[in-house]
T-cell receptor, first 114, second 112 residues
Framework: NAGVTQTPKFQVLKTGQSMTLQCAQD?????MSWYRQDPGMGLRLIHY???????DQGEVPNGYNVSRSTTEDFPLRLLSAAPSQTSVYFC?????????????FGSGTRLTVV | TQLLEQSPQFLSIQEGENLTVYCNSS?????LQWYRQEPGEGPVLLVT?????EVKKLKRLTFQFGDARKDSSLHITAAQPGDTGLYLC????????????FGAGTQVVVTP
């Protein structure tokens, strides 16, 4: 049982390049989310999904796109990388049963934009 | 401005001491969660509280959800070096199911 798998673990991009961060979960969770973590700011929500075909914006969505064509996968696309997008990115998934939920996080992708 | 405000930002204590971390908001939450994060890893869920006034215990950790469901606290008794980490609170508001939002975190360092 792999849980939440993120690839790549590290990436260096040049300003203006585009790329996709991959996220896959094998727990049949309905909810999936992308966060970025910067020093002193905790985790900020970029985009989230409550099921296949359904996505919505979080706190900091500008410069990022997502889609959710399957339950398992939730890729995050950087359209035109900027130095301000240098960060550690975490993908998470959760089940939902009434008031009960529990997010499992991947181990993160450390992205540097130069 | 973050929805959840955590205090203090940093806490350094000696082994055996007690500590409390606070998580406050002006919004009402359907539930709050606490996570701990180690360097280079993703956050790991410690507990979920869903009822106003609820108290949950996890060994030496005690979690409380405020009566009005706007705040929470984490108390560690007799802290150990293994408790060192970044503690994060996170919550779902009543109108944002699936949109889990985090506080900025409290870095706890416990020295032997």
């Amino acid at each position: 049982n792999a849980g939440v798998t993120q690839t790549p673990k590290f990436q260096v991009l040049k300003t203006g390049q585009s790329m996709t961060l991959q996220c896959a979960q094998d727990m049949n969770h309905e909810y999936m989310s992308w966060y970025r973590q910067d020093p002193g700011m905790g985790l900020r929500l970029i985009h989230y999904s409550v099921g296949a075909g359904i996505t919505d914006q979080g706190e900091v969505p500008n410069g990022y796109n997502v889609s959710r064509s399957t339950t398992e996968d939730f890729p995050l696309r950087l359209l035109s990388a900027a130095p301000s997008q240098t960060s550690v990115y975490f993908c998470a998934s959760s089940y939902s049963r009434g008031d009960s939920y529990g997010y499992t996080f991947g181990s993160g992708t450390r992205l540097t934009v130069v | 401005t973050q929805l959840l405000e955590q205090s203090p930002q940093f806490l350094s204590i000696q082994e055996g001491e007690n500590l409390t971390v606070y998580c406050n908001s002006s919004s009402v939450f359907s539930s709050l969660q606490w996570y701990r994060q180690e360097p280079g890893e993703g956050p790991v869920l410690l507990v979920t509280v869903v009822t106003g006034g609820e108290v949950k215990k996890l060994k030496r950790l005690t979690f409380q959800f405020g009566d009005a469901r706007k705040d929470s606290s984490l108390h560690i008794t007799a802290a150990q070096p293994g408790d060192t980490g970044l503690y994060l609170c996170a919550g779902l508001t009543t109108d944002s199911w699936g949109k889990l939002q985090f506080g900025a975190g409290t870095q706890v360092v416990v020295t032997p």
